[in-house]
């Protein structure tokens, strides 16, 4: 396994601002699982922040590395992590060794998982990079990131899982990026009957993924031309 913090060439995950150190553990990964970058960080600091009822039971989606479910679990949450790829969920199993987590880990798409199940806090750092392709990628490293054309393949089936998958006092915290959307993920999580806003911003350079499609990106519409900064946001759902 390759060790990591940061990914080589991206993102450096993002800082905790109370400390100022980086807010996600140290994590191993396979080639091909996703390496915590900023977006993971983004989410690790919101979950750092929420309060959670003695005995939560947590559920992170898409896990990848299982890093945020490592940070749930540290907050003594009962976590479960799922993702649709073999080695992630490799990946994932091997750091909730290292880091002494008990995490239940299983592999599958998106909730189908966990059917009737239900959660204090959700986590999902979904793919959700606009790609040239409709589909989903079944393969790959690009099953990180692209989310067909519009970017919004895996947020718009969390949007109408989520109602499902949390308690009553349950939480959503969902971190994606400007281009995919904003707006349409609090307006399909609002028709769902969740109270939703955006808890956290970051403004960024592209990454190499990003920069390689910023002419496509302006030739959609998707951004101004010679666009070459996108804004993470973390939206944060709950039933009112
Ligand atoms: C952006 S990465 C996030 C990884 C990790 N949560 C993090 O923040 O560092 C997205 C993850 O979603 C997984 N994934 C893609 N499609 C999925 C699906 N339909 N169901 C479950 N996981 C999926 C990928 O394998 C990948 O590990």
Same mark, same amino acid.
């Given at each position: 396994?390759?060790?990591?913090?940061?990914?080589?060439?991206?993102?450096?995950?993002?800082?905790?601002?109370?400390?100022?150190?980086?807010?996600?553990?140290?994590?191993?990964?396979?080639?091909?699982?996703?390496?915590?970058?900023?977006?993971?960080?983004?989410?690790?600091?919101?979950?750092?922040?929420?309060?959670?009822?003695?005995?939560?039971?947590?559920?992170?989606?898409?896990?990848?590395?299982?890093?945020?479910?490592?940070?749930?679990?540290?907050?003594?949450?009962?976590?479960?992590?799922?993702?649709?790829?073999?080695?992630?969920?490799?990946?994932?199993?091997?750091? =909730?060794? *290292?880091?002494?987590?008990?995490?239940?880990?299983? &592999?599958?798409? @998106?909730? !189908?998982? $966990?059917?009737?199940? #239900?959660?204090?806090?959700?986590?999902?750092?979904?793919?959700?990079?606009?790609?040239?392709?409709?589909?989903?990628?079944?393969?790959?490293?690009?099953?990180?990131?692209?989310?067909?054309?519009?970017?919004?393949?895996?947020?718009?089936?969390?949007?109408?899982?989520?109602?499902?998958?949390?308690?009553?006092?349950?939480?959503?915290?969902?971190?994606?990026?400007?281009? =995919?959307? *904003?707006?349409?993920?609090?307006?399909?999580?609002? &028709?769902?009957? @969740?109270? !939703?806003? $955006?808890?956290?911003? #970051?403004?960024?350079?592209?990454?190499?993924?990003?920069?390689?499609?910023?002419?496509?990106?302006?030739?959609?519409?998707?951004?101004?031309?010679?666009?070459?900064?996108?804004?993470?946001?973390?939206?944060?759902?709950?039933?009112?």
């Amino acid at each position: 396994m390759k060790s990591l913090t940061t990914d080589a060439g991206e993102r450096p995950a993002a800082e905790d601002r109370s400390t100022g150190g980086p807010c996600v553990p140290r994590v191993y990964r396979l080639p091909g699982v996703y390496a915590p970058q900023t977006d993971t960080g983004l989410l690790a600091a919101t979950v750092r922040r929420e309060e959670l009822p003695p005995g939560a039971r947590s559920l992170d989606l898409c896990t990848g590395t299982g890093v945020l479910a490592v940070v749930a679990a540290r907050r003594g949450a009962r976590a479960t992590a799922v993702d649709i790829s073999r080695t992630a969920t490799a990946a994932a199993r091997f750091n =909730a060794l *290292v880091h002494r987590c008990r995490i239940r880990v299983l &592999r599958g798409d @998106l909730d !189908a998982p $966990v059917p009737d199940e #239900r959660f204090d806090l959700v986590t999902v750092n979904p793919p959700y990079v606009p790609s040239e392709d409709e589909a989903a990628p079944v393969r790959g490293a690009r099953r990180s990131w692209d989310a067909g054309t519009d970017g919004r393949l895996l947020l718009d089936r969390v949007c109408a899982r989520a109602p499902r998958l949390l308690t009553s006092s349950g939480v959503l915290l969902l971190v994606q990026s400007s281009l =995919a959307g *904003v707006d349409a993920t609090l307006e399909a999580l609002g &028709r769902r009957g @969740l109270t !939703a806003r $955006v808890v956290e911003r #970051r403004t960024q350079a592209f990454g190499p993924v990003m920069s390689a499609r910023a002419g496509w990106f302006a030739a959609r519409g998707l951004t101004a031309p010679g666009t070459r900064v996108e804004e993470l946001v973390v939206i944060r759902a709950f039933r009112p």
